[in-house]
């Protein structure tokens, strides 16, 4: 179980809805072990998504046949932004590229904010290069 946690004066609080039904779930008066760490800036975590999702929302009909789903969507644009791992497939005889991970686990804060501008950059001039930046910032302001 990983829960989103905020530090207060009264001790550690849910960030969210679904932090705090899934520390409801936890018994009182058991002892539980926990790792601490850092959070990446989830707020920035969701612009993230809002960037993806709004840059699907305005792909072509025949784009979205192609591709079919949004979270495919988001994985061809971090290809093409160039997060990605090589990994050998057995049926191509061949390495091909497949996403890199952007866990919070496997990004800070930094690395993330330089995968958005990389793939913001790949929107821009790729994706949806048929849209004025200034159209997009208002689309994007939607989401």
């Known amino acids: 179980m990983k829960l989103l946690l905020q530090n207060t004066s009264h001790g550690l609080i849910p960030m969210y809805d679904a932090d705090y039904e899934e520390k409801k779930r936890l018994k ?4 539980y072990t ?8 989830p707020d920035f975590h969701r612009k993230y998504f809002a ?18 789903t949004v979270e495919l969507f988001r994985k061809s644009v ?8 090589l990994v050998y497939s057995h049926k191509h005889k061949d390495f091909i590229e497949m996403p890199s991970s952007i866990s919070f686990e496997k990004l800070d804060n930094i690395a993330f904010e330089q995968l958005y501008k990389d793939v913001r ?3 821009d001039t790729v994706f949806c290069s048929h849209i004025s930046i200034e159209d997009f910032e208002k689309y994007l302001s939607n989401f």
Not at 34 to 41: L, T, V
């Open 78 to 85: 971090q290809l093409a932004a160039g997060y990605c791992e």
């Open 28 to 31: 009182i008066g058991e002892v």
């Open 51 to 68: 960037l993806i999702n709004c840059a699907w929302h305005l792909q072509s009909e025949a784009r979205k046949e192609k591709i079919k």
């Open 34 to 41: 926990c790792e601490i760490k850092q959070s990446r800036n």
């Open 121 to 123: 950059h790949v929107i």
